[in-house]
């Protein structure tokens, strides 16, 4: 809207000499339409100076108009620059606010020494986000980007988890689901193998396995046709090619999961493959929601955890510390998936 204004003077005479008492009085009126508030204004204006004298006794009161209403070249409202500038320092303090909350309220894990002292435990490796639903092995596919440098990177470190062992077993786990805790697993193999180890991998995860489709083989005989002795170990190993690791599925979903991995049958597996390979990696169900990964862990070196930066919580990571440590299992070592920190 515009705004308009007219002043009027009214004044009382004082003395003989006809001298005033002035008061000025401003009339302002606003309108969506410039000589709309203007036509108004002055009409106002005028009606006013007409009632005046109807409404006066006593002291005589003249009222006179000083200056007329002009029409407006400029509205009054909305002050453009005005706003805009305080909805910027307004949007600003509210994001650097929120930024600051979130910060405050996040727990999750970003960086390996959260992490380490999360769980109280090295961090033997830094993965990079990779697009891993697309090419989910790159160490073999794509040997010559960053991710597949961090896992070799991972294979040296995890190496010396191995110094003064024949062969070394071990359960490699997750706190929660979706922590990439299979990608790791394969990539590490394939790593190993490509180092002149001979590596085993086993598909222990009976609720959720991946194994076979990272490496496209078939799933109908593998971890639980071995464990109900339906097939011998060796037998239902697959070999995807040279310079990859053995492969023993997951075979058909059992309903009874921790049963099996914790049966004498699971026990005489790990023994077998451990006695015809240097290293034997266990991937297991995430550890928080079941008891999968501490069962077979009795029959193994250790555990290698695996978390998501910026998914899993340092309350996650501690819990699984915990349940480790209530298990008497052994954390080799912790890896922090998905991070851009190195």
């Known amino acids: ?73 400029a509205p ?69 980007t960053a991710a597949a440098e961090a896992f070799r990177k991972l294979r040296t470190n995890f190496a010396f988890l191995g110094v003064d062992r024949d062969s070394l ?26 180092a002149g180890q001979r590596v085993a991998v086993v598909d222990a995860d009976l609720r959720r396995p991946s194994l076979h489709r990272l490496f496209g083989l078939q799933q109908r005989v593998g971890t639980t046709t071995v464990l109900l002795d339906q097939a011998g170990v060796h037998d239902a190993l697959q070999h995807p090619g040279p310079g990859l690791p053995a492969i023993l599925t997951s075979g058909q979903a059992p309903p009874n999961p921790s049963e099996l991995l ?26 928080l929601p079941v008891t999968d990964p501490m069962v077979v862990s009795r029959f193994t070196d250790g555990i290698l955890l695996i978390t998501r930066a910026g998914t899993t919580t340092r309350d996650q990571a501690q819990a699984a510390q915990a349940a480790c440590a209530k298990a008497g299992a052994m954390i080799f070592g912790t890896v922090l998936n998905a991070t851009t920190v190195t």
């Open 262 to 287: 914790g049966s004498r049958h699971m026990e005489d597996l790990l023994a077998e493959l451990r006695a015809a390979y240097e290293v034997v990696l266990i991937d297991c169900a995430p550890l």
């Open 76 to 144: 009054i409202r909305p002050q453009t620059r005005l706003n805009v500038a305080l909805g910027l320092l307004l949007g600003l303090m509210l994001g650097v606010g929120l930024a600051c909350l979130r910060e405050f309220l996040d727990r999750s894990v970003k960086t390996p020494e959260e992490l380490e002292a999360a769980v109280n435990a090295p961090v033997v490796g830094t993965i990079p986000p990779f697009k891993a639903a697309k090419q989910p092995i790159p160490v073999a596919e794509q040997p010559r």
């Open 169 to 194: 077993s071990c359960v490699i786990t997750s706190p929660s689901a979706a922590d990439g805790k299979s990608t790791v697993a394969a990539n590490l193999a394939i790593a190993l193998a490509q």
């Open 1 to 73: 809207p515009s705004a308009v204004n007219v002043n009027l003077a009214t004044g009382v005479g004082v003395d003989g000499e006809g001298g005033t008492d002035t008061l000025l009085i401003n009339l302002t009126v606003e309108d969506t339409n410039p000589a709309r508030a203007k036509r108004l204004t002055n009409s106002v204006a005028r009606a006013f100076i007409r009632a005046v004298p109807r409404l006066q006794s006593g002291s005589a009161l003249r009222i006179s108009l000083v200056e007329p209403a002009l029409t407006p070249t």
